[in-house]
């Protein structure tokens, strides 16, 4: 599902925030990336959606080689991805449902499809209800929240999670990992980055450890400890 | 159908239905924005109205002016008046010498009494008529020259004419209808002037309205496309947008044109109730204004792509 070969990133005025990393990641599987502050999580992120291109190396998506895709077949790519960002990235002008229906809109789903959708997203993170409020008048937490619900509502193949229980309590959290779990008995892929270590240890799941750029450490779920 | 179902069934549609969607979407959404500032929209749209009708109002005056032309000069015809020594066998010979000519077609003879006649008939001349001691009027013919010659040859006959004895003064109608031909022609490229001057404004107007729109959007175009949308669909809302603005843009010149029409409507009936039914003044027929409202649509259309076309052009170099 995801390929990385001898992958380096050197950001333009910046020192090198990914240095020759490689792994592989098969369809199905769930895994967490972690690392100090600045250690490259959410560059490593950036680079499987596009957002940045590598400096150096091959990198693979859904079979795709990303290195030289042309620019007009991003959106393609993105479109078969659910992203969740470290800082939400919600529109704030907007109602929740219209945030979370946002990536049904772009996939053309018909209306009465795309709320039943919405609906089923925002129960599953704890929001039914919320959806005619502003993102605004939501904590962080359920902000986190709306953003992971618009991030599995067009059942992406592979998801990709900045922190995304960066803001929340341990029992939110909780569920929301369970929420992860549940999706990749689906068949889902499931890709995020997090410094929570109690919160690693107790999914028990393969873990890549990043350290100034580095991939200093790639624990097998059977190992997690 | 329940919620897991509705959740696990993968997005998969036909194109066509997919693009439609899409589109609904988008025009929704472009409306949405436009009613979100509502005075910034007006004030736009009036700029662009007033920009459009001015056009519309020259091509209206032309258009009447054209009428004008068609009803005063349609004929030819030449006035040739007598010297005030020629009396009516005089003015009956001239005649005769004039309808053997072969460029001339017909002649009218009007004595004085019919001149004067005429000239009290107008409105204001009564008085001062009645006050003459005698008839100041000569004699004179109203030549029609033969149908089929052209101005060059009625020129040569009013120079002919001209240099015949008990001729006093020539006065040639033709030529009057050429200048105002002239005068409609300028008129013309005025307009056409005109149009493509405020056209091109109309274009700047909204293409720049739709920069700052854009620009105070950027992070909403940020987040789309993060989330996969297309140039195209990030887009499509401001096309929308700039053809609202050129609609209503169009919309408010032709209801202004057609203000126009109204308040012009009471003199102009006037003047053509003096014409007798010759003259008569007219509207610019709907299919013009139809035209007018499609041309400022393309034109919203036109601003927002050249506006968005630089946008997109830029986050393309950066991506
Ligand atoms: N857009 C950018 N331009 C220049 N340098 C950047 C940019 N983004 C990140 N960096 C640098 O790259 C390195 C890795 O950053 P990155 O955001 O990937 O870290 P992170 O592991 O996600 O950290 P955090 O846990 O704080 O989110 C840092 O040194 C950072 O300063
Ligand atoms: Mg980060």
């Known amino acids: ?225 | 159908m329940n919620m897991q179902d509705a959740m696990a069934k993968p997005v998969r549609h036909s194109r066509m239905a997919m693009w439609r969607r899409q589109h609904a979407w988008c025009l929704r959404d472009s409306l949405r924005q436009l009613a979100r500032r509502p005075l910034g929209t007006a004030l736009t749209i009036a700029v662009m109205g007033s920009a459009l009708a001015l056009p519309l109002a020259f091509y209206l005056l032309l258009v009447n002016v054209q009428h004008l032309a068609t009803a005063l000069g349609d004929s030819q015809s030449v006035s040739v008046f007598l010297k005030q020594n020629v009396d009516a066998r005089g003015a009956n010979e001239l005649a005769g010498t004039l309808r053997a000519r072969s460029d001339v077609g017909a002649v009218t003879v009007r004595t004085p009494q019919q001149g004067l006649g005429e000239l009290a008939a107008m409105q204001g001349f009564g008085d001062a008529i009645r006050s003459l001691p005698e008839n100041p009027l000569p004699f004179a013919l109203l030549v029609e020259p033969r149908a089929g010659t052209d101005r060059v040859q009625v020129a040569a006959m009013v120079r002919a004419v001209r240099a015949m004895p008990g001729v006093d003064l020539v006065q040639d109608n033709g030529q009057w209808r050429a200048r105002l031909d002239a005068l409609v022609a300028l008129g013309r490229r005025v307009t056409l002037l005109l149009a493509v001057l405020l056209g091109t404004a109309a274009v700047l107007v909204i293409g720049n309205t739709v920069r700052l729109d854009i620009r105070s959007r950027a992070d909403e175009i940020a987040v789309q496309q993060l989330i996969g949308a297309s140039a195209a669909f990030v887009r499509r809302p401001y096309l929308y947008e700039g053809a609202w603005y050129g609609l209503a843009a169009g919309i408010v010149a032709v209801l202004l044109v057609l203000l126009l029409e109204a308040v012009l409507a009471v003199p102009v009936r006037d003047l053509v109730a003096s014409y007798a039914g010759r003259l008569h003044f007219g509207g610019l027929p709907w299919v013009t204004l139809v035209i007018a409202l499609a041309v400022a649509v393309a034109l919203g259309w036109c601003g927002a792509w050249i506006a968005s076309s630089r946008y997109l052009a830029r986050l393309g170099n950066s991506g």
């Open chain 1, 1 to 225: 599902m995801i390929r990385f070969d001898s992958v380096s990133k050197r950001y333009p005025e910046g020192r090198e925030a990914l240095i020759d990393i490689s792994f592989a990641v098969a369809a199905g599987e769930m895994l967490f990336v972690t690392g100090h502050s600045g250690a490259g999580k959410t560059t490593l992120l950036k680079l499987i959606a596009l957002i940045e291109r590598p400096s150096h190396g091959t990198l693979e998506v859904h079979g795709r080689s990303l290195a030289r895709m042309k620019h007009r077949e991003i959106p393609r790519l993105r479109r078969d991805l659910g992203m969740v960002f470290q800082d939400h990235r919600l529109l704030m002008d907007r109602s929740v449902a219209d945030n979370v229906a946002l990536p049904l809109v772009i996939a053309g789903v018909p209306h009465e499809e795309r709320g039943q959708r919405v609906r089923g997203a925002l129960e599953k993170v704890g929001l039914v209800g919320r959806g005619k409020d502003a993102p605004s008048s939501l904590s962080t937490g359920e902000q986190q929240r709306v953003g992971i619900a618009r991030a599995i509502v067009a059942r992406p193949a592979l998801i990709i999670a900045d922190e995304p229980t960066g803001n929340l309590d341990p029992q939110l959290s909780e569920e929301i990992m369970q929420l992860f779990v549940k999706l990749r008995e689906t068949g889902c892929t499931i890709l995020i980055a997090s410094h929570d270590l109690p919160l690693l240890k107790r999914m028990k799941q393969r873990v890549l450890v990043l350290d100034h750029g580095h991939l200093i450490d790639d624990v097998p779920a059977s190992q997690v400890a």
